[in-house]
């Protein structure tokens, strides 16, 4: 598979991806068919807002011995329609078209959903990938299976992969880990430089795409070594603030939406302004998952 390249201005030279939810890391193919469906809910989401504020009417445009091009906006109870000047109307003309573009994207978007969706409840639970998983182990254990991806090879992927679209980053990223990254916080380099230590590959404010719309970027998405689990690890450092709690409460939701929530895909940390993260902390919850 192609790699995609990007730029990254926070910690260039340094390998990124976002990957799908789920306990296991499935491989780029589920990556991307997890992404055509968020893009696809979105253009659906986007283009209903869009052709709620179109005016009303169809766009026909009728072309006489080849040169002469007429255009008129009609209804459905309409045979003619209201003819269209080019030099009064070029406005209204522009909006039927634009009107007429977005429903046919929302008619294919919706009609490739529904295929995609179809397709991945089968690959769900008639994968390729889960056949040896589901074989009872004293059969597994005799053989390495030829379609199986070694966690070896999962790991390499994790690092090497990265999205080419990464939304503008705001705040500041003055502290620098371990690795070389630019982190927002010294909670953050603490989290990292664990991570690091302990040769556990991670990629910082990834994006993920919750089911609700919502763009959620969590500090770290983590890949176990030992098992290739991926996980999600959001810091929550200004608990102190009611607004950053509030805000937050709604982050915490549109996780839950992915099926990602404490305990089971997630990973939450807390400080106040007098009581900051350690490294006490972050390495006791690190010798429980590894």
């Known amino acids: 598979m192609k790699k995609i390249i990007a730029i990254d201005k926070i910690h260039p030279g340094s390998q990124r991806v976002v990957f799908p939810v789920g306990r296991q890391y499935k491989g780029m193919y589920t990556y991307i068919l997890e992404e055509r469906k ?19 009417g169809k766009l026909h445009a009728t072309n006489k011995n080849g040169k002469h091009i007429q255009y008129f906006s009609r209804t459905n109870k309409q045979t003619n329609g209201k003819y269209l000047s080019k030099r009064h109307d070029s406005k209204i003309i522009a909006e039927l078209a634009r009107k007429k573009y977005l429903q046919k994207v929302l008619q294919n978007a919706r009609e490739e959903l529904e295929i995609l969706q179809t397709y991945m409840a089968f690959e769900k639970e008639k994968s390729i990938s889960a056949v040896y998983g589901k074989m009872p182990e004293p059969e597994r254990k005799f053989f390495t299976p030829e379609f199986e991806k070694p966690i070896s090879e999962m790991i390499e992927d994790f690092k090497a992969y990265k999205v080419s679209v990464l939304p503008t980053r705001t705040g500041s990223y003055l502290v620098q880990t371990a690795r070389g990254d630019l982190v927002r916080s010294q909670a953050e380099q603490i ?20 089911r609700d719309g919502r763009l959620l970027r969590p500090d770290f998405t983590i890949m176990l070594p030992k098992t290739g689990q ?15 709690r509030l805000e937050n409460i709604d982050r915490l939701e549109s996780y839950l939406t992915l099926g990602i929530l404490p ?19 972050v390495e006791a919850i690190l010798d429980q998952l590894v």
């Open 191 to 210: 989290i990292a430089d664990s991570l690091y230590r302990r040769n556990i590959p991670y990629h910082y404010e990834d994006t993920l795409t919750a």
């Open 263 to 281: 305990g089971k895909g997630l990973i939450l940390t807390f400080s106040l302004r007098d009581r900051p993260l350690t490294k006490e902390t």
């Open 38 to 56: 968020s893009q696809l809910e979105r253009i659906i989401t986007r283009c209903s807002l869009l052709l709620g504020r179109m005016p009303e």
């Open 230 to 244: 991926v996980l999600r690890w959001e810091h929550l450092g200004m608990m102190d603030r009611e607004s950053y």
